[in-house]
T-cell receptor, first 116, second 114 residues
Framework: DAGVTQSPTHLIKTRGQQVTLRCSPK?????VSWYQQALGQGPQFIFQ???????QRGNFPDRFSGHQFPNYSSELNVNALLLGDSALYLC???????????????FGNGTRLTVT | QKEVEQDPGPLSVPEGAIVSLNCTYS??????FMWYRQYSRKGPELLMY????GNKEDGRFTAQVDKSSKYISLFIRDSQPSDSATYLC??????????????FGKGTLLTVNP
């Protein structure tokens, strides 16, 4: 049973550039959420996608955008990178369809983004 | 005031010790409480998931929730070196669905010494 997979595992970008991170949810899951985890901090919610739409968004600027594909996989895009965007970006999946209101999040191992 | 407060530690204990990890929260709408374990360079792994006030036990782990005090705890009995990790408390207003987000504490770094 494949868990949540993310790519790439590490990425180094220069300030001002754009980056795209990818996520495949756990088999059977239809909802993808993205979290940012700065060093020494807990993960912070960026946004959640279900049925290819952004359903909920945390306190992140419009430079952060996403997409969900028909196969439930997802991308996180960050434009105009700042040094402060350096963090571990975590993708998490769960099941929403069918009224699954007891579906804890399962996390991938993340993409470590360094902005120089 | 942050919605979820967690003492970041670090916490260092000898093997076999009982470990107590705690979080407080301010948002009365939080109804679901989780503990995640995160090893270095890995994603968070769900350990415990609780809803009601009281205790929930799973092997060496016990999760405790006191909604009246807005306080949750995780106890680890007979701690092992393999328990060395960062422990994150997390909470949510909903248990799932398409509008579901977790609010995390900062995490407590635990080291269990052989």
């Amino acid at each position: 049973d494949a868990g949540v997979t993310q790519s790439p595992t590490h990425l180094i970008k220069t300030r001002g550039q754009q980056v795209t991170l990818r996520c495949s949810p756990k088999s059977g899951h239809d909802t993808v959420s993205w979290y940012q985890q700065a060093l020494g901090q807990g993960p912070q919610f960026i946004f959640q996608y279900y049925e290819e739409e952004e359903r909920q968004r945390g306190n992140f600027p419009d430079r952060f955008s996403g997409h969900q594909f028909p196969n439930y996989s997802s991308e996180l895009n960050v434009n105009a990178l700042l040094l402060g965007d350096s963090a571990l970006y975590l993708c998490a999946s769960s099941l929403a369809r069918g009224g699954s209101y007891n579906s804890p999040l399962h996390f991938g191992n993340g993409t470590r983004l360094t902005v120089t | 005031q942050k919605e979820v407060e967690q003492d970041p530690g670090p916490l260092s204990v000898p093997e076999g010790a009982i470990v107590s990890l705690n979080c407080t929260y301010s948002n009365s709408a939080f109804q679901y409480f989780m503990w995640y374990r995160q090893y270095s360079r890995k994603g968070p792994e769900l350990l415990m998931y609780t809803y009601s006030s009281g205790n929930k036990e799973d092997g060496r782990f016990t999760a405790q929730v006191d909604k009246s005090s807005k306080y949750i705890s995780l106890f680890i009995r007979d701690s092992q070196p393999s328990d060395s990790a960062t422990y994150l408390c997390a909470m949510s207003e909903r248990s799932g669905g398409s509008n579901y987000k977790l609010t995390f504490g900062k995490g407590t770094l635990l080291t269990v010494n052989p």
